[in-house]
Structure formats: C-alpha cells, structure tokens
C-alpha cells in the first residue's frame, strides 16, 4: 500500500467518514505543503503526549501534569451521589459547558448495536461495574442516570446496562434513571441547548 492510500485508511476509521471524504482529507494535506503536514504531526504528537484517560469516569482530558483523576472527578464541589453515564466524550462536553448537572460522570465510549454478541466491546460495561461498585463503597453514590441517546439504540443500551446493574443496584441500594422526554426523538446529546438539558434532568425518573 502506498503512502497517500496508508493515510487514506486512517482517516477512514475516523467517525462519519466515507473512502472519498478519506481520501479529500490526504489530498487536501498534500497540497497545503509540507508545514502543514509538520503542524499535524506536531499536534498528534503533543495529544498523545499531554492528554490522559480518567481512571473513574475513563474521559479524555489534556493532562499537563501529575494529576490523577479528570477535572471533573477531582472537583469537590460535584456531588459524588450521582453518576450519569454519557455514551461519548462529547456528549460530557456539552453536559459541562450547559452547567445543568453538577454531579459525576462516566462515559461509555458508544452505544450498544442491537444483537451484538460482545457487548464489552462496544460499550465500557466491566469498567462501568467497577466504578459503581467503587463510587458506591467510597463515595456515597446513589444514583446512576442513564444519559444514552434519545433513538432505539440509545434505549437499547440504556435497558441493557440497567439489567447488567441489577445485582449491584440491589446490593448497595442505587437507584438506576433515565433522562427525560425533554429530548425530542432521536435528538443526540451532544446538540441539545441548555434548556433541554436542563428540563430532561429535571423529569428524569
Ligand atoms: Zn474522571
């Protein structure tokens, strides 16, 4: 394989990229020079560099330092009592910036297909049974509220985990929610405003 079709099968794991868009991407590179190429590289090498994984809610986040937890699991000032579980990074991200929701989180790293046969390979589910069973023991959690996408697969995901939880719901006396109807069907997390966020917490249940 060539140099310009290696590049090309990378871009193409990227979420919603097709082969042409893949390949638009190698083209575009090739002819904004090679600075261009050498600013990338520099980026991808400073990602890897200074970014971490929380070992809690297992987020992303730009690491400068020895701190071991995200900010978000490290400030005090969020209720441990609640856990609320997001399918992406981004999803966090926007939950953070509407300042809706000031307890913890977790994120899933997807969604559940229907059907699938390994299910820990989609989603963080062992690592979800950690945490709870951690946070229940250490931290006072109370309640996990299932933040998965408003569509059929969302929901899917949402009443697989509650089933996977069960035991340890039983065992430490949580509570398992899901967010409310203020997101319209098929609405993605990720674009809802403030409001919405906002009002789907409030009518959680
Ligand atoms: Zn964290």
Known sequence: MDALQTLAEK?????????????RFVYHLLSRGPAEISALEAALAALKKASAQCPHCFRFYPNTGSVALCPECSDKGRDPALMMAVERDTDLDAIRASDAYRGRFFVLGGSLPFLEQEPAKKIRIRELLTEVERAAKEDGLREIILATSANAEGEHTALYISKTLESLLKKYDLQVTALGRGLSTGAELEYADKETLKNALKNRG
Do not use: E, H
């Not at 871009?11 to 390949?23: D, E, N, S, T």
């Open 11 to 23: 871009f193409l794991k990227f979420p919603g990229v097709g082969p042409r868009q893949a390949k």
